[in-house]
C-alpha cells in the first residue's frame, strides 16, 4: 500500500486527505468494497497512534453511507483483517441481506478497471453530498 500512497502503483481512489487514503479494493467482496489506509506506512491498526487511529475510524464512518449507497445494499459491513497485506487498512464493504462480510475468498472477484472507475465517481459524487465531516477530516 506504500507504492500507491507514493502514487507508484495503480488505485481508483474515492478519498483522501494529508494523512488518510481511501480506494477501491481490485479484489472485491461487492462492487464498492473499499480500503481506507493510514498515508504513513504502520502494519497494523492495532499499532496506530491517536489521534490518527480515531482518524481512520472517523473516515470509515464518513464514507460508510457513500458507499452503501452506491452498492445499492442495505447494509455496510466493517472489518479489520490484518493477515493480507503487512499496512494497517480498513475494509468498508457494501453489503447485501444476509451476506457475510469476508466469505471464502475464492467467491472473490478481479474486478475491470473501468467498472472500477465508474464505482470510484459514484461513491465520491455521495460523498461530497454527505452533511457528516468528522473532525479533523476535510472533504476530499
Request: aromatic fraction near 8%.
Amino acid at each position: 500500500f506504500c507504492k500507491i500512497v507514493a502514487g507508484t502503483w495503480p488505485a481508483v481512489k474515492v478519498w483522501e486527505n494529508d494523512i488518510l487514503l481511501a480506494f477501491l479494493d481490485s479484489r472485491p467482496v461487492h462492487p464498492g468494497h473499499t480500503l481506507i489506509i493510514p498515508k504513513v506506512h504502520v502494519d497494523s491498526v492495532f499499532k496506530i497512534k491517536d489521534p490518527l487511529y480515531v482518524d481512520l475510524f472517523e473516515a470509515a464512518k464518513l464514507l460508510a453511507e457513500p458507499v452503501r449507497k452506491t452498492g445499492g445494499t442495505p447494509r455496510v459491513g466493517f472489518a479489520v483483517e490484518g493477515f493480507g497485506v503487512p499496512h494497517a487498512h480498513l475494509h468498508v464493504v457494501p453489503l447485501l441481506h444476509g451476506a457475510e462480510l469476508v466469505p471464502n475468498r475464492s467467491g472473490m472477484f478481479d474486478a475491470d478497471q473501468a467498472e472500477l472507475t465508474r464505482i470510484a465517481e459514484k461513491i465520491k459524487k455521495e460523498f461530497i453530498i454527505c452533511p457528516r465531516t468528522p473532525r479533523g477530516l476535510p472533504r476530499g
